[in-house]
């Protein structure tokens, strides 16, 4: 079946403007999660949804990140003012969630941003 | 101190070698583990899940030690294609915390 998708691919933007990544997770998983990787570093957590919970957003970095999820499928990740650090692979990936000590999560491709 | 450590290599080994690698976590109420394999420019992909009675998946094998908060993989008979970077990872109430990776390069 399809797997989690993003879009865009790829986003190139100046720094300061406003950018938005989106995330389609595998049909029927209850779970969403936000990561990110900056170049050379390892995966950070932003931020994650579970059905109709507050989402736990303990992971993002600055008041510029926020994250929706409508109709508990589709999230949007949202860069406010962005800025050069925020330059990085934003992964989205998605989990069924029914017991999350053996929960897996999978991985969609990524955005790739570049703050020029 | 990170909350997962590995080592991050790079190991670079001739087909047919045996490798092993190492992770180590901090949080001692973690409940899952996981290997993840992630090529180059690509997203993560779990390669498998870590239980404490160790399991084996082919040619890979992993182990969970509690007691010493310690992961391991274990990959016999390597493959060019095993060429990847390993994510260890651990599981913490569902927020995946990952190591930054162990860069493996199989040459012929």
């Known amino acids: 079946g399809a797997g989690v998708s993003q879009s865009p691919s790829n986003k190139v933007t100046e720094k300061g403007k406003d950018v938005e990544l989106r995330c389609d997770p595998i049909s029927g998983h209850t779970a969403l999660y936000w990561y990110r990787q900056s170049l050379g570093q390892g995966l950070e957590f932003l931020i994650y949804f579970q059905g109709n919970s507050a989402p736990d957003k303990s992971g993002l970095p600055s008041d510029r990140f926020s994250a929706e999820r409508t109709g508990g499928s589709v999230s949007t990740l949202t860069i406010q003012r962005t800025q050069q650090e925020d330059s990085a692979v934003y992964l989205c990936a998605s989990s069924q969630r029914r017991d999350w000590s053996t929960d897996t999560q999978y991985f969609g491709p990524g955005t790739r941003l570049t703050v020029l | 101190r990170k909350e997962v450590e590995q080592d991050p290599g790079p190991f670079n080994v001739p087909e047919g070698a045996t490798v092993a690698f190492n992770c180590t976590y901090s949080n001692s109420a973690s409940q899952s583990f996981f290997w993840y394999r992630q090529d180059c420019r690509k997203e993560p992909k779990l390669l498998m899940s870590?239980?404490?009675s160790g399991n084996e998946d082919g040619r890979f094998t992993a182990q969970l030690n509690r007691a010493s908060q310690y992961i391991s993989l274990l990959i016999r008979d390597s493959k060019l294609s095993d060429s990847a970077t390993y994510l260890c990872?651990?599981?913490?109430?569902?927020?995946?915390?990952f190591g930054q990776g162990t860069i493996l390069t199989v040459h012929p």
């Open positions: 870590v239980y404490s």
């Open positions: 990872v651990v599981n913490g109430r569902g927020k995946l915390t």
